[in-house]
């Protein structure tokens, strides 16, 4: 972490004015009298007073303000002279008749969340990313949970709030993706096993993006996640068009296991042109070329690390599956019973 401060300054120098009340009430005057003229001397009437002059001919209205001139506020002295009166007061009183001055240390910015007062310590950081820099976090404000004061807690807020929410948002997001296309494919193919085969080759694609993140170094991050949610789509599509055909032929009469691999032999190439598109294309974006370039980047590294395990995983792995499975059914469907 660098940069690290804290918001609020603790050691602003103030100076408290306690009004003696009874003595104030005594000479007719009140709490408001001795404030309203107290700000009258230190930041003019505009703050107590709404007093407007018209201009008849424009119509345009300008604030009119007294305050006590600066150079007849230089000292403290000058400041308990302060002449205070009211609507019930027969004579002005001097301010120092009626309170008292003493000198304290006030934090300069009070601020607040969620109605609470708040302590903000502000950092960035460098060398390491935000993930790393959250997890040590974490572990420092759970060890130093014990020793808080009653009553008090430490929340980590900022840009590491914003990236679990976003890291939540877009892995729901992805598992509920999978889940749709799943019962999609169950509604057009009117089967609960062959969805199941087709979304084997997810499992190969969500590797090859960790892989890939890995081997180029890149953080996870939103738009990989971004990019996890877009391999899903096409890695599904490839397996389709070889399951699909698969079950062509074995409607056609082949059994399980000739029917997955004229379907690996048939539609190789249209499944490996759609990858290789879909690759080449994410190219640019995955080598981070120009000015902003590596903000995207892991959006296309994602993708291509996806795909290519989908791909191989589509080509062999997904065939295989069916074989397997469509081979013991129609073993158990003509087993003769006893």
Request: some cysteine; hydrophobic content about 50%.
């Amino acid at each position: 972490m660098v940069d690290l401060r804290i918001q609020q300054a603790f050691d602003y120098p103030t100076l408290n004015v306690d009004v003696d009340r009874s003595k104030a009430a005594l000479l007719g005057l009140t709490e408001t009298d001795v404030a309203n003229d107290l700000l009258t001397s230190l930041s003019g009437s505009g703050q107590t007073l709404l007093s407007f002059w018209i201009d008849p001919k424009t119509g345009t209205q300008y604030p009119v303000v007294a305050q006590t001139p600066q150079f007849r506020l230089s000292s403290l002295t000058d400041l308990t002279t302060t002449p205070i009166t009211g609507p019930n007061a027969p004579t002005a009183q001097m301010l120092a008749n009626l309170a008292n001055f003493r000198r304290t240390m006030t934090p300069a910015v009070v601020s607040h969340y969620d109605a609470v007062p708040v302590i903000d310590i502000y950092g960035s950081a460098d060398g390491a990313d935000l993930g790393y820099v959250s997890q040590q976090i974490n572990k420092i404000v759970a060890d130093t949970k014990h020793s808080l004061a009653r009553g008090s807690k430490v929340m980590v807020r900022g840009q590491i709030k914003t990236m679990n929410d976003s890291f939540v948002g877009l892995l729901v997001g992805l598992a509920g993706a999978i889940i749709l296309v799943y019962l999609l494919i169950v509604v057009n193919f009117q089967s609960w096993l062959d969805p199941f085969i087709i979304i084997t080759a997810l499992p190969a694609a969500l590797a090859g993006i960790v892989w890939m993140l890995f081997m180029t170094h890149t953080p996870v991050s939103v738009p990989a996640l971004t990019g996890a949610i877009m391999c899903m789509g096409v890695a599904t599509a490839n397996s389709v068009l070889v399951i699909s055909f698969a079950r062509d032929r074995m409607t056609a009469g082949d059994d399980a296991t000739h029917a997955a691999l004229q379907a690996g032999t048939q539609r190789f190439r249209p499944v490996l042109m759609t990858a290789l598109a879909m690759i080449i294309g994410m190219v640019p974006m995955a080598l981070g070329l120009g000015d902003g370039g590596e903000q995207n980047a892991p959006l296309g590294r994602a993708v291509i690390g996806g795909l290519v395990f989908a791909t191989i995983a589509t080509l062999f792995f997904v065939p295989t599956v069916f074989s397997m499975i469509h081979s013991r059914r129609s073993e158990s469907n003509v087993r003769p019973a006893h």
